[in-house]
């Protein structure tokens, strides 16, 4: 008996085995560096309702109705929580730079908090452990998100 071989079943030229063989490797790198990315999008969603909550217990501390509330108020709550929550989802194409911007307007926000606060000490302190949570879970994040985007731009 003698088989029929048609064309397309012929082995691949070596050179086609070892690109597939390439890619393949660098999806299961992906892969594996998709997890502490995805660590990172759920702290800053995390962060994002984070956000909301401190800011509805400032209000209900303060006694202000809603109603009452001055609309550059509710837009800077707006423009902190949807920073977040368009960071968590820029890490699905740039990772790295999510994290890093992600980092620096934490950061700064809690900066801010201190700077604006009376009583410097409890803005400081206040949620000391959640924020070092939130912050460990981003910066480990950077080196799979950094050696994730450098995968992809080979």
Not at 130 to 137: E, H, S
């Amino acid at each position: 008996m003698q088989e029929e071989q048609k064309p397309e079943e012929q082995q691949k030229p070596p050179e086609d085995v070892i690109s597939d063989y390439y890619e393949g490797v660098k999806q299961l790198e992906r892969e594996g560096h998709e997890t502490g990315i995805r660590k990172a999008r759920n702290a800053l969603f995390i962060t994002a309702g984070l956000f909301l909550v401190w800011e509805a217990i400032a209000i209900g501390r303060a006694g202000i109705p809603l109603s009452l509330l001055p609309p550059s108020y509710i837009a800077i709550v707006v423009a902190e929580i949807g920073s977040f929550i368009a960071l968590a989802f820029w890490t699905k194409t740039r990772p790295y730079t999510a994290i890093v911007a992600g980092i620096i307007l934490f950061v700064l926000l809690w900066v801010l908090a201190v700077l604006l606060s009376e009583d410097k000490t409890k803005a400081i302190t206040g949620g000391i452990i959640v924020r070092i949570i939130i912050l460990v879970n981003l910066i480990s994040a950077l080196k799979p998100a950094k050696a994730w985007e450098d995968l992809n731009r080979k």
